[in-house]
């Protein structure tokens, strides 16, 4: 069996890794003038175990494109708020010390999740809340919403990720932030994400299509817009956005059994990945073996398989990160062709890039299909 990859810009501070943490029981944090946030799932315990696996579906995986935060923005000012020079005004420096502990905060959460700490950073980042809101610094409150619930999501906790999204919405509208915005659009597909993996279709599907409609509508209005006004890397920041929304929406449908209409997406994804970064990069290369599993899910297999060679060939030219589930996923394709020795002598190379990798459920997934593999091909008595 074939399997969809994370793909990733390479900007992002987590990884869609899938592991289920334990949520306890939840408490209410101090809200905003005297009223009380959003109910958000208290941090487990320092010694609380990690869970074993992820039932998420394959689409959420598509959200490590832009796994940054929304509001990652927001931090970059407040530091650079920090570091101008000059006098302060009459008490503004009880708000600098504060503002710099939170920040310190914050930077000690990222690291603890780089460090795949997420329960350590997960304290941590409560702390950093409840500093936030006794300063009043509504956007340090909007940005550590925007971590806890990027964390929360990447451990599998959706009904917390889902709060923290809504959360870290909320402030970013209320400050200003129009709907159309691509820090709004980002968490919007989270959110429909979540739904979808919440078997929530009728939520999931409306914000898969108000996430690529407007988006659409914003290109097509922007398009002749002058450089002075709109640089050219957000205009492909804001094209790279679609592609994410396009191959999000395509791993849904695949996931429900509409692989043509998942195909025309993830089409669409690769050419704006092509058009943009290249054929040679690391998403590129990703989103032409999805595209090769839409094809592979309709029987197309000869088409399915020039896709998957390419993007194998090249992500062994490039030493992709995830040259193991390339080939894997070249190896299943090859195994519908019923090209067995082929298969297996591709399966055992995904298996030696799996090992140096030390991905054990790749290993464990590679080896299932081997032993599959040759119960397949073995010859009947």
């Known amino acids: ?11 992002g501070l987590l990884r869609a890794a899938g592991r289920r943490g334990g949520v306890c029981a939840a408490r209410l944090l101090a809200g905003p003038a005297g009223g009380r946030a959003p109910e958000v799932g208290a941090p487990p315990p320092r010694v609380a175990p990690r869970g074993g696996g992820s039932s998420l579906l394959p689409l959420l995986a598509a959200l490590a494109w832009f796994s940054r935060p929304a509001a ?4 970059q000012e407040q530091e650079q708020e ?19 502990e939170i920040i310190q905060l914050l930077k000690r959460a990222k690291l603890s999740i780089m460090k795949d700490e997420p329960e350590e950073a997960e304290l941590i980042l409560h702390d950093a809340l409840r500093l936030a809101y006794q300063s009043d610094n509504k956007k340090a409150i909007t940005y550590t919403y925007d971590l806890m619930a990027n964390l929360a999501f990447t451990r599998g906790q959706l009904e917390n990720a889902e709060k923290l999204f809504k959360a870290t919405m909320s402030y970013l509208l209320g400050g200003g932030m129009q709907q159309e915005d691509n820090a709004i659009i980002e968490i919007s597909l989270k959110l429909a994400s979540i739904y979808a993996a919440q078997n929530r279709q009728e939520f999931a599907l409306a914000g898969y299509e ?25 205009k492909a920041n804001t094209h790279l956005l679609l592609g994410m929304c396009l191959d999000a929406y395509a791993r849904y449908l695949l996931f429900s059994k509409q692989p043509s209409e998942a195909q025309k997406m ?17 998403q590129t290369i990703v989103l ?11 029987g197309r297999f000869d088409e399915a398989c020039v896709y998957v060679q390419r993007a194998s060939d090249l992500a062994r030219q490039i030493e992709h990160p995830e040259l193991h589930m390339l080939l894997s996923n070249l190896a299943a394709i090859l195994t519908h062709k019923e090209r067995y020795a082929q298969a297996k002598e591709i399966y055992q190379e995904a298996l030696k890039q799996a090992e140096l990798k030390r991905d054990e459920v790749s290993i464990q997934h590679i080896r299932e299909e081997l032993a599959e593999l040759s119960r397949k091909s073995r010859p009947l008595t």
């Open 210 to 234: 108000f996430c690529i409609s407007t988006l659409e509508e914003k290109i097509e209005r922007e398009k002749e817009l002058a450089e002075d006004i709109l640089s050219v890397e957000e």
């Open 288 to 298: 032409m073996s999805d595209l090769a599993t839409t094809l592979d899910a309709q």
């Open 72 to 75: 990652a923005a927001e931090e």
């Open 82 to 100: 920090q570091e101008r020079p000059g006098p302060r005004p009459s008490g503004a420096a009880a708000e600098d010390a504060a503002e710099a």
């Open 266 to 282: 993830c089409e669409k994804a690769l050419h704006i990945s092509e058009e943009i970064l290249g054929e040679r990069h690391p």
């Open 1 to 11: 069996m074939y399997r969809l990859l994370a793909p990733r810009l390479g900007r």
